[in-house]
């Protein structure tokens, strides 16, 4: 079982660009809550940020706002081999020019995105969709084909962000 700090970055980039939804928890007044959202990334020196669209008014918005520390998981359809990754880290809301470069990375990845929203109301938040930034701490990574079956190894990232 290689424990290569290159491959197990290899293997967490390669798992998040194979996929494209995440199953984000968070924790609010009515207790635990997890919903799929669909997400962007982008690796930072040393970490990894993940992106993602949401309506201020849902669940898992206001429970952000008021507690910003989440957990996600992200995994392929199928269970053989088993492969995916559970996370931890931070969520910010992003305005101006911080939305705007997101928007683009998101855009990117999702350019039919590109109809179904105004990104100038979303920059400028005449919507009630707006912009995150999850930002990745902990990663533990789940690949049976790397490092056999039931072992997850810990990715330790950048608790800050790229300036």
Request: aromatic share 10%.
């Amino acid at each position: 079982m290689s424990r290569d700090p290159t491959q197990l970055r290899e293997v967490c980039f390669s798992l998040l660009e194979e996929n494209r939804i995440m199953t984000l928890a968070t924790w609010g007044p009515d207790g635990p809550w997890a919903t799929p959202v669909i997400y962007a990334w982008e690796p930072t020196s040393p970490g990894v940020s993940l992106y993602f669209m949401s309506r201020l008014s849902t669940r898992h918005a206001q429970n952000i706002s008021a507690r910003p520390r989440v957990a996600a998981a992200i995994h392929p359809n199928e269970t053989r081999p088993l492969r995916g990754l559970q996370i931890e880290g931070t969520v910010a809301l992003l305005r101006e020019t911080e939305a705007l470069r997101a928007i683009r990375i998101y855009l990117r990845r999702f350019p039919k995105a590109r109809r179904r929203f105004s990104i100038r109301a979303v920059v400028q938040e005449s919507l009630d969709l707006r912009c995150f930034r999850f930002l990745v701490e902990r990663v533990f990574v789940l690949s049976e084909e790397h490092f056999g079956w039931g072992n997850r190894i810990i990715l330790e990232l950048a608790s800050q962000p790229e300036t």
